[in-house]
Every structure is written in structure tokens, then in C-alpha cells.
């Protein structure tokens, strides 16, 4: 309400440089108004917060408030914290505390945010996004090496989509943190150690994780700096999802071939057969099963020296066992499964061997 204004005729002019850095004019042309005594006039006028893009946001200072927009790299409830990365051409920004949205990658969004720093890196905070336009373009990460993503390419590429390709995993560490049980992974494409952290939010199959046995063969994530120390940063690479990470398939244990039986009395079998790896370079272990030739059901073997788990030595040699308290006179049949692990537990069988058959004697 403007009071004391002399009758007349008056230009009402709007100018967002008088309303601060926080709002912005919209919606309203230059009004000609006369006003005479007694009059009470009243004008409509739009405001809202100014826009800026992704360029803008990234430098402008804390505490500015407003819209920016960009395509959206991740679903909108692929990270717990409700971060929400953000791609307008070259440039990438971070958004933190957003809502849970139905957004998905390669939408349009706007978003509704101030801007802050976080890590050291600009981020656009207490998110509000709107969707513009559904499924806009499809995402295309950056081809990076795992060196260039522990610097975000020297600071470059903050907050972007990347991928790594053929890295080993060097190491693996389970965290707890508020947000469940991460799997903190170290690798290497020979280039130099990133630290990759698969959310147990993301659904993995941890268990097909293992250094010096699997390499990442592909892997698309964001880039997410953490402060290290005071004043050095490196960036954590988060794949977004399992349909972001593909592994060698899991090396399973190797195959018996020449299972043998080599020995007989009449109520036991000597098996005999060349030990095999069990898929990590160490000898495997075995469970052993048999049959009458009566029937055709298999029973393991749970009694004696071929009762599993049969330990093997070294790989190439030959292992045997006795198979005990059989009936005499009577043809028999036998298999063997090379495994690792703990049966019951976390065992990973390999395939069956060759059937090897051999009779009691009378």
C-alpha cells in the first residue's frame, strides 16, 4: 500500500532491482493510472524468484535463491539423502535435500533451490523440483579413467555422469553408515585407485564382489566430492543403480573329468581324480554323491573319508578317498562336485563330474 501519492495521472513502472536478490518481476506491463480524490486503486503484479542456469548457479554465493533447470541423471530415490545430480550442456551441479520425486533419468526438470556449498563444491540446497517434460534425452556419461574421476578431471567435472571401463577391484570394505551397509570398493583401470561405493540402497549382489577375483567391466556413476582432509577433496564414484554395474561373471570352481574308481574290497570303492582349481586359483573342495545301480537316486555321501567337505592339496594332483559301508557284490556309482566356500553357508558349486562306476567285490 503506497500512501501520500499526489493526484493525477501516474506511470506505475515495476523494476526487480528493487526487490533484492530474491525475487523477480513477472507477469506485469508499465500501468498508466489516474487518480483522483477519494480514489482507491489497485494494481496486480507477479513475483517470483529469479532464474539462473546451472553456470550461474555454480558461481553465484551462497544464500541466492531461485530456479534453475537442467536434464536429471538419477532417479529420484536412488540416493537416501535426496541428492539429485543435474546436467544443462557441459555442466553439472548437485542437488541435496530434495524430496522423493517420481523424476527418472533423461527428464526435465526445474528446480527450486538455494545455493550453498558442500565438500567445498557448489550445490544447489533444500531442492524443490517440478517436472518439465518426461524421458527428454538419455543421459550420456563421460568416458573417464578411475584417475581422472578421483579429481573429477582436476575439478573439471563436478557432480557428472562417468564411466569406467575394465578396472580391477583392488579391495573391498563393508561400511555401516546411516544410510545401511555400503560396500566401499577399490579400483584401478591402471590409471590409479577409485574409491567406489555401491549403496546397499542400489539392491547389489555384494557377494559377486571380491578383490583379485572379479574386475568391473563396465560402470556408470556419479561423481560426489568428499573433504578427505582440510582442504583436499577426492571424489567417490556411485553408480546409481545394479543396472549401472557390470561384472566379469563369478569364476567358477573347474570340473573333474577323469573320476575314477581304482580300488575295491567287498564293502568299499577307492575313488581316485585329478584336483582341480576352485575358481580363485586355490585347490578346490569337493562333496561327493553314489547310487546303487538298483536305483536311480543319488544319496551324499556323509560317512567316512569322502564325507564333505574333501579338502584337495594342490591343483594337478591326484586326490582319493574311500567310500565305506557299501554292500559287497553290488555295482555302484559316483560323482563328485568341486565347491568353494562353506556348505550351508556361502558355497559355490562348480559342475559335476564324469559318472565313474565300479562294483564290491563278492
Given at each position: 500500500?503506497?500512501?501520500?501519492?499526489?493526484?493525477?495521472?501516474?506511470?506505475?513502472?515495476?523494476?526487480?532491482?528493487?526487490?533484492?536478490?530474491?525475487?523477480?518481476?513477472?507477469?506485469?506491463?508499465?500501468?498508466?493510472?489516474?487518480?483522483?480524490?477519494?480514489?482507491?486503486?489497485?494494481?496486480?503484479?507477479?513475483?517470483?524468484?529469479?532464474?539462473?542456469?546451472?553456470?550461474?548457479?555454480?558461481?553465484?554465493?551462497?544464500?541466492?535463491?531461485?530456479?534453475?533447470?537442467?536434464?536429471?541423471?538419477?532417479?529420484?530415490?536412488?540416493?537416501?539423502?535426496?541428492?539429485?545430480?543435474?546436467?544443462?550442456?557441459?555442466?553439472?551441479?548437485?542437488?541435496?535435500?530434495?524430496?522423493?520425486?517420481?523424476?527418472?533419468?533423461?527428464?526435465?526438470?526445474?528446480?527450486?533451490?538455494?545455493?550453498?556449498?558442500?565438500?567445498?563444491?557448489?550445490?544447489?540446497?533444500?531442492?524443490?523440483?517440478?517436472?518439465?517434460?518426461?524421458?527428454?534425452?538419455?543421459?550420456?556419461?563421460?568416458?573417464?579413467?578411475?584417475?581422472?574421476?578421483?579429481?573429477?578431471?582436476?575439478?573439471?567435472?563436478?557432480?557428472?555422469?562417468?564411466?569406467?571401463?575394465?578396472?580391477?577391484?583392488?579391495?573391498?570394505?563393508?561400511?555401516?553408515?546411516?544410510?545401511?551397509?555400503?560396500?566401499?570398493?577399490?579400483?584401478?583401470?591402471?590409471?590409479?585407485?577409485?574409491?567406489?561405493?555401491?549403496?546397499?540402497?542400489?539392491?547389489?549382489?555384494?557377494?559377486?564382489?571380491?578383490?583379485?577375483?572379479?574386475?568391473?567391466?563396465?560402470?556408470?556413476?556419479?561423481?560426489?566430492?568428499?573433504?578427505?582432509?582440510?582442504?583436499?577433496?577426492?571424489?567417490?564414484?556411485?553408480?546409481?543403480?545394479?543396472?549401472?554395474?557390470?561384472?566379469?561373471?563369478?569364476?567358477?570352481?573347474?570340473?573333474?573329468?577323469?573320476?575314477?574308481?581304482?580300488?575295491?574290497?567287498?564293502?568299499?570303492?577307492?575313488?581316485?581324480?585329478?584336483?582341480?582349481?576352485?575358481?580363485?586359483?586355490?585347490?578346490?573342495?569337493?562333496?561327493?554323491?553314489?547310487?546303487?545301480?538298483?536305483?536311480?537316486?543319488?544319496?551324499?555321501?556323509?560317512?567316512?573319508?569322502?564325507?564333505?567337505?574333501?579338502?584337495?592339496?594342490?591343483?594337478g594332483e591326484v586326490l582319493s578317498c574311500v567310500v565305506d559301508g557299501l554292500v559287497n557284490g553290488t555295482v555302484y556309482f559316483f560323482e563328485v562336485t568341486p565347491f568353494r566356500g562353506t556348505v550351508g553357508v556361502d558355497a559355490l558349486f562348480g559342475p559335476r563330474s564324469?559318472?565313474?562306476?565300479?562294483?564290491?567285490?563278492?
Amino acid at each position: 500500500m503506497l500512501d501520500g501519492v499526489p493526484l493525477g495521472r501516474l506511470r506505475l513502472e515495476a523494476d526487480s532491482a528493487y526487490l533484492g536478490d530474491s525475487l523477480a518481476v513477472f507477469d506485469f506491463d508499465d500501468t498508466e493510472l489516474t487518480l483522483r480524490a477519494g480514489d482507491t486503486l489497485s494494481v496486480s503484479m507477479g513475483l517470483t524468484f529469479p532464474s539462473f542456469t546451472l553456470a550461474e548457479a555454480r558461481s553465484l554465493p551462497n544464500g541466492r535463491k531461485g530456479f534453475t533447470a537442467g536434464i536429471v541423471l538419477n532417479s529420484g530415490d536412488a540416493f537416501a539423502d535426496g541428492s539429485m545430480f543435474l546436467q544443462d550442456g557441459d555442466t553439472y551441479l548437485r542437488v541435496i535435500g530434495t524430496p522423493r520425486s517420481a523424476l527418472f533419468p533423461g527428464d526435465s526438470a526445474r528446480i527450486l533451490g538455494r545455493t550453498a556449498r558442500a565438500q567445498g563444491q557448489p550445490v544447489l540446497a533444500e531442492g524443490q523440483p517440478f517436472l518439465v517434460a518426461s524421458q527428454v534425452v538419455l543421459p550420456l556419461p563421460l568416458e573417464f579413467t578411475t584417475a581422472m574421476a578421483t579429481t573429477a578431471d582436476d575439478w573439471l567435472e563436478d557432480a557428472a555422469l562417468v564411466r569406467i571401463r575394465d578396472a580391477d577391484i583392488v579391495d573391498t570394505a563393508t561400511v555401516t553408515s546411516l544410510l545401511g551397509r555400503d560396500l566401499h570398493v577399490t579400483v584401478d583401470d591402471g590409471s590409479g585407485p577409485l574409491d567406489m561405493i555401491l549403496l546397499e540402497l542400489g539392491d547389489y549382489d555384494l557377494g559377486r564382489i571380491h578383490p583379485d577375483s572379479f574386475s568391473i567391466r563396465e560402470a556408470t556413476g556419479v561423481l560426489v566430492p568428499i573433504l578427505t582432509a582440510p582442504g583436499l577433496v577426492t571424489w567417490r564414484f556411485i553408480p546409481r543403480s545394479t543396472a549401472d554395474l557390470t561384472v566379469d561373471p563369478i569364476p567358477l570352481p573347474g570340473q573333474v573329468t577323469d573320476l575314477s574308481v581304482v580300488q575295491a574290497t567287498a564293502t568299499t570303492l577307492t575313488l581316485n581324480w585329478t584336483e582341480v582349481d576352485d575358481g580363485f586359483g586355490s585347490p578346490s573342495r569337493y562333496t561327493a554323491r553314489f547310487r546303487p545301480s538298483t536305483t536311480l537316486a543319488w544319496t551324499d555321501i556323509t560317512t567316512g573319508m569322502c564325507t564333505a567337505p574333501i579338502a584337495g592339496s594342490m591343483i594337478g594332483e591326484v586326490l582319493s578317498c574311500v567310500v565305506d559301508g557299501l554292500v559287497n557284490g553290488t555295482v555302484y556309482f559316483f560323482e563328485v562336485t568341486p565347491f568353494r566356500g562353506t556348505v550351508g553357508v556361502d558355497a559355490l558349486f562348480g559342475p559335476r563330474s564324469n559318472t565313474a562306476g565300479g562294483a564290491t567285490l563278492p
